[in-house]
């Protein structure tokens, strides 16, 4: 009865490679997160999508795009990785409302390591 | 634009102490969320508390207490009893417009 999960959650792969890292929630929310934890353990927002729709986008390269065929579930495709992508990435989700509603889920993370 | 500061890299205490994290914030918004999160050496982002702007109690979750002061913009954790499992990162965030701003973080270490 995992909230939200995320696969994988190791990710080792070559500079140049594509990859798809995938993400559900079964909260019932309606927007969901991608967040960025670099090396420095600083974590920033990516991408915010509410009720599929793409609401947030934070001067991300454009290599990185991400989908979310519904409510539950956000995706997030990166072409042509580089090395500094090598980061930990989270999935997280919440319902837009007032106060507390807006408190935010996190995945377990997927840990991606480009070489 | 929001921003949070968390001013203590790495804190130590003693099992079974109390121990205050400290968050200052910076908002221009009348309205807004503080939260806290832990991240312990396994990697994940577990929530804590929250506490509203227009909350007029401070909030409390069993061992963690959220020590808020509107006027100085400071929003400081308060874990009582400490216990080895307590050793984490922790985080402070803000909500701002659709996202969470975080803090740096502090590294917390409690000491048998």
């Known amino acids: 009865d995992t909230a939200v999960s995320q696969t994988p959650k190791y990710l080792v792969t070559q500079m140049g490679n594509d990859k798809s890292i995938k993400c559900e929630q079964n909260l019932g929310h309606d927007t969901m997160y991608w967040y960025k934890q670099d090396s420095k353990k600083f974590l920033k927002i990516m991408f915010s999508y509410n009720n599929k729709e793409l609401i947030i986008n934070e001067t991300v390269p454009n290599r990185f795009s991400p989908k979310s065929p519904d409510k539950a579930h956000l995706n997030l495709h990166i072409n042509s990785l580089e090395l500094g992508d090598s980061a930990v990435y989270f999935c997280a989700s919440s319902q837009l409302g007032t106060s507390r509603q807006e408190t935010q889920y996190f995945g377990p993370g997927t840990r991606l390591l480009v070489l | 634009a929001q921003k949070i500061t968390q001013t203590q890299p790495g804190m130590f205490v003693q099992e079974k102490e109390a121990v205050t994290l400290d968050c200052t914030y910076d908002t221009s918004d009348p309205s807004y969320g503080l939260f806290w999160y832990k991240q312990p050496s396994s990697g994940e982002m577990i929530f804590l508390i929250y506490q509203g702007s227009y909350d007029q109690q401070n909030a409390t979750e069993g061992r963690y207490s959220l020590n808020f002061q509107k006027a100085r913009k400071s929003a400081n954790l308060v874990i009582s009893a400490s216990q080895l499992g307590d050793s984490a990162m922790y985080f402070c965030?803000?909500?701002?417009?659709?996202?969470?701003?975080f803090g740096a973080g502090t590294i917390l270490r409690v000491k048998s």
């Open positions: 965030a803000m909500r701002g417009l659709n996202k969470l701003v």
